[in-house]
């Protein structure tokens, strides 16, 4: 479902969540438990349940990096998990004004010579499953 401008609008219980504040100037997580929960989650529950029923210890999730056209429409940044040297389909989307922090998280990652796949978990709520990405473990 889509707003007047072509945003997608999400439930009130899926709307993701994370703050600019847990980031110092140069985008780093100020700690090590910084979390990031994306947004959308709510239509993708089977594959996160699939996800969790395979007792993966060590969950990553790939962000690819936006086309052109992409970042010309400020699309959301979707994500998928990285399991058995394969991707899921999409599992979610970074919040809205939190896209930076997850890019730059990337980039960080790259220049280091690491992986650019970002450490995450996945979260039972009474509104279902969600996924946190925990940024903090990338510092």
């Not at 009130?12 to 100037?25: F, I, M, N, T, V």
């Not at 089977?46 to 790939?62: H, M, R, S, Y």
């Not at 930076?100 to 796949?117: F, N, Q, W």
Request: aromatic residues 6%.
């Amino acid at each position: 479902m889509t707003d007047e401008v072509g945003e997608p609008v999400f439930g009130r219980k899926d709307r993701g969540s994370g703050k600019l504040g847990d980031y110092g100037y140069d985008m780093r997580p100020k700690n090590a438990r910084v979390t990031l929960q994306l947004a959308g989650s709510d239509p993708f529950q089977q594959t996160i349940a699939d996800v969790l029923a395979k007792g993966v210890d060590e969950l990553q999730v790939f962000i690819p990096r936006r086309s052109a056209e992409e970042e010309r429409t400020d699309a959301p940044v979707a994500v998928r998990f990285f399991v058995d040297s394969r991707m899921t389909p999409v599992v979610g989307f970074v919040p809205r004004g939190l896209e930076a922090v997850a890019l730059d998280t990337l980039s960080r990652l790259e220049a280091a010579g690491r992986s650019p796949r970002i450490p995450a978990a996945i979260v039972k709520s009474r509104a279902g499953l969600r996924v946190d990405l925990l940024l903090g473990q990338t510092r």
